[in-house]
C-alpha cells in the first residue's frame, strides 16, 4: 500500500466529535431533517468554514494537536452541551497518540498532493479524477438545503485537486437511465410507491453509505441539462439501462410548469418552494421487454433500448458515449 495510497496534507480531519454533533442537529430540526448520514461531514465542513478545524498535516504535532481537539470540542460543547454525557474529547485525543495510535500510523502516508498531482500532470501521466455524489446535492447548485457539504461538481474537483481548469481533457458525466435520490427533498418526476418500489428493488436502489432505500423516479431531463451546463459534460455514461426492461412504456420529463401561473420552466430553479409546486411534462416513448443485460455491442441492443439512448441524448445536447446495461464492470456497451 504504501506508495500507492496518499493522503493529503490539505485535508481536514473527521472526528467522533462531529458525528455526534450531526446526529444532535438532525434530531433538533424534527420534523425538517436535512436526511444526513449522521457520520459528520457536515459539521466537519463547518469546522472548515468557522476556521477551527484540524487538517492531516496537525497529526504531526502531538501535543498542539491535542490541544487544537480540546478547543474544537469545547466550543462544540458550548452549542450542544448534551454532547458532554456522549463524547469523550479526552479519549479521543489518546486515539491519536502514541507509537500505535492513528497519527502514526497515517505519517507514512502523508504527502504534498497538490505538488504530486502537479507533478504527474507535467510529466505527461494521464490523471483520472472520480467523484461521489450528484450535481443536485452540490452546496451551491443543488436543492438546498437537502444538500451535502461540499461541490460534488466540476468545481469542487478543481479546488480539490489544485490542479488548474485549463488542465483538463475530457469531463464525462454519469446519470441512470432513470433518476434517483437518498433523503428529503423536493423531486418532481418521483415514482408513485409501487413502480418505485420495482425500480428500487430491481436496481438495487440503497444507500452505499447508510443501506437507505433510494427514491426513484423518471428521467428528468431539466435536472440533467443544468448538471450538464454546470460540469461543462464531453459525453454521458448512461448506467442501469437494463433496469427499465419490461417496464412498458417510459416517461421521460422534458420540462417542469408552475402548477399555480401554468408558466413553462426549462431550467431548473432554485427556489424549492417552486420546485415543490411544478407539474413535469412528460414524453412517453415505447419500452423495451429483452433482458439487455449480456448485451456488449450497440447492435446487440433491442431498437427500443436504443431509441430511448438516442432521445435522452437529444433532450441534454451531450452525446450518450458508454451505456451500463448490469452491474459488472465488463456490463458497458459503447455507443456508436
Not at 31 to 60: E, F, H
Not at 171 to 195: F, Q, W
Not at 211 to 228: F, I, K, M, S, T
Not at 273 to 290: A, F, I, K, N, P
Request: aromatic share 8%; proline share 5%.
Amino acid at each position: 500500500m504504501a506508495g500507492r495510497l496518499l493522503l493529503s496534507d490539505r485535508a481536514h480531519l473527521l472526528f467522533d466529535l462531529h458525528k455526534e454533533v450531526d446526529g444532535a442537529r438532525e434530531a433538533a430540526l424534527a420534523g425538517k431533517k436535512i436526511g444526513t448520514t449522521k457520520r459528520g461531514i457536515g459539521p466537519a465542513y463547518a469546522s472548515k468554514a468557522v476556521r477551527n478545524g484540524l487538517r492531516v498535516c496537525d497529526l504531526a504535532h502531538g501535543d498542539d494537536f491535542a490541544a487544537a481537539l480540546r478547543g474544537l470540542a469545547a466550543d462544540a460543547l458550548a452549542r450542544w452541551p448534551a454532547l458532554a454525557g456522549s463524547y469523550d474529547v479526552e479519549k479521543e485525543a489518546a486515539s491519536y497518540a502514541g507509537p500505535g495510535g492513528l497519527a502514526a500510523r497515517a505519517l507514512p502516508f502523508i504527502t504534498d498532493t497538490v505538488a504530486f498531482v502537479q507533478g504527474a500532470h507535467a510529466a505527461g501521466k494521464r490523471i483520472l479524477v472520480e467523484g461521489a455524489n450528484a450535481t443536485l446535492l452540490d452546496l451551491d447548485f443543488g436543492t438546498y438545503p437537502y444538500v451535502t457539504s461540499s461541490n460534488p461538481s466540476m468545481g469542487g474537483v478543481v479546488s480539490g485537486l489544485g490542479l488548474a481548469p485549463r488542465h483538463y481533457g475530457c469531463v464525462i458525466g454519469v446519470a441512470k437511465a432513470y433518476t434517483t435520490r437518498v433523503g428529503a427533498g423536493p423531486y418532481p418526476t418521483e415514482l408513485d410507491a409501487a413502480m418505485g418500489e420495482l425500480v428500487r428493488a430491481r436496481g438495487a436502489e440503497y444507500g452505499t453509505t447508510t443501506g437507505r432505500p433510494r427514491r426513484c423516479g423518471w428521467l428528468d431531463v431539466v435536472a440533467l441539462r443544468y448538471a450538464a451546463a454546470i460540469n461543462g459534460f464531453d459525453s454521458l455514461n448512461v448506467t442501469k439501462l437494463d433496469v427499465l426492461s419490461g417496464l412498458g412504456p417510459l416517461q421521460i420529463g422534458v420540462a417542469y410548469r408552475d402548477r399555480d401561473s401554468g408558466r413553462l420552466l426549462t431550467a431548473f430553479p432554485a427556489d424549492l418552494r417552486l420546485l415543490e409546486r411544478v407539474e413535469v411534462v412528460y414524453e412517453t416513448v415505447e419500452g423495451w421487454e429483452e433482458d439487455i443485460s449480456a448485451a456488449r455491442t450497440w447492435a446487440d441492443l433491442p431498437p427500443a433500448a436504443q431509441a430511448y439512448v438516442r432521445r435522452m441524448q437529444e433532450l441534454v445536447g451531450v452525446p450518450c458515449r458508454y451505456i451500463g446495461v448490469g452491474p459488472g464492470r465488463d456490463a458497458v456497451v459503447i455507443a456508436p
